[in-house]
């Protein structure tokens, strides 16, 4: 019994011993926390080595990327006069920049092909009065018993004929620009008109005109464009690697001005030159500041940079894949880990251990981490 007694002690002691030691080897196993490294600089260091620094203050709003942009028209808003046959520009009645009211006149035009057609108006009308008196004429006889109903079938077709070309010619001569009136009194009074004034079918803004009085033009040639200004368009230029950061329906506003915007569409295909992709947006206020083809500076939003800090492009030192700002302290700078949000110019936005009133190194930061380095290396901090 005794013996007994004496193993059982031995073997709870040689247990509280093992736990002992057990506890001790792993307290020697688990490494000590890594302190941050650090740089010890003084003032006068500083100022040789042109280290400037900055006070971080957290941001709110997202970091705004500037890029180019040029003020155009709609297509739907633009209008381009041309001319309807070919002939001689006796007068331009408008000047560029003129605003104008539907309606209003913008060139007159002559030539012979304009009175061909008014000649062929004549002819067909004179056509269309002889088929119908000879339709009256037969459909009498008919009732009389005197001819046959082809008679009047026959007399209907010319008709239906005659009638189908007279539309056709005042047809053409509305695609001309000839007003409905001006046609009716061709036709009646067989007085033909010895000029075309073509009319702005829309009101707007002047925006250039292509000829002068005295210069021959084509059929089809442009003349002038008339563009409703009211509505406006942007095309910005973007890089092609960051157009994803802005989907239809961001919102921003023109650098220094106060018109906002807003993007509708995104180009599919990239500009082999410049490796841009154009983005399409609408002016949503004050677009009667701007003018067709201004070209103007927008700041669009960075995607995901809402929050976090704002700081320069160059405040950033890397060490492979891993960004870091270097941070005031008592005797010089540490190095903190920081995650890049965002990047939109000369400014980026970071998030990390960061508070607000910390001061932050902007310049000399390639000094600060040739020493951060070699403090690395040394094992330092």
């Known amino acids: 019994m005794k013996r007994l007694m ?56 997202a970091v705004l990327a500037s890029f180019p942009a040029q003020v155009m028209v709609p297509p739907n808003s633009e209008q381009i ?8 520009v006796l ?27 008014q000649l062929q108006l004549l002819q067909t009308a004179t056509r269309a009065t002889l088929a119908r008196q000879a339709a009256q004429r037969e459909q009498s006889l008919f009732d009389e018993g005197v001819i ?34 001006t046609i009716n009194r061709v036709a ?34 442009a003349l002038l464009h008339v563009a409703q200004t009211t509505q406006l368009w942007l095309e910005i230029q973007v890089p092609a690697a960051e157009a994803a950061n802005w989907q239809p329906g961001t919102k921003f506003k023109l650098q220094g001005r106060d018109i906002a915007a807003r993007i509708v569409s995104l180009s599919p295909s990239v500009s082999a030159g410049s490796q841009t992709l154009a983005l399409r947006a609408v002016i949503e206020s004050n677009a009667q500041d701007l003018r067709p083809g201004e070209i103007v500076a927008v700041e669009l939003p960075a995607a995901g940079s809402a929050g976090g800090w704002s700081v320069p492009l160059a405040a950033l030192a890397h060490d492979g894949k891993q960004a870091y700002v270097f941070i005031r302290s008592a005797d010089g700078f540490d190095a903190r880990p920081v995650t890049v949000l965002a990047s939109a110019g000369q400014r980026v936005r970071v998030q990390g251990k960061l508070a607000d009133g910390e001061q932050i190194a902007v310049s000399g930061i390639v000094a600060l ?8 290396e040394k094992g330092g901090g």
Do not use: Y
Request: proline share 5%; glycine share 8%; net charge positive.
């Open 188 to 221: 009646a009074s067989g007085k033909l008109e010895d000029s075309l004034v073509l009319h702005a079918a829309q009101a707007g803004v002047v925006t250039s005109i292509a000829v002068k009085p005295g210069q021959r033009v084509e059929a089809a040639s």
């Open 91 to 117: 007068q331009v009645l408008v000047q560029p920049n003129q605003a104008v009211r539907r309606g209003a006149p913008l060139v007159r035009l002559a030539g012979p092909d304009w009175g061909a057609l």
């Open 6 to 61: 004496k193993a059982c002690l031995l073997f709870v002691g040689l247990g509280v011993t093992s736990a002992a030691v057990f506890s001790a080897d792993t307290e020697m196993a688990r490494p000590a926390p890594v302190k941050p490294v650090g740089v010890k600089i003084d003032a006068k260091q500083m100022q040789a080595l042109d280290i400037q620094v900055a006070v971080l203050q957290r941001q709110t709003d």
């Open 81 to 88: 006069v041309s001319s309807p046959v070919a002939g001689l």
């Open 148 to 181: 046959p109903q082809r008679r009047v079938q026959e007399a209907q077709a010319a008709l239906q004929e005659s009638s189908a070309a007279l539309n056709q010619a005042r047809a053409a001569l509305r695609f001309s620009g000839m007003s409905e009136a």
């Open 369 to 376: 981490k040739g020493a951060w380095l070699a403090e690395k």
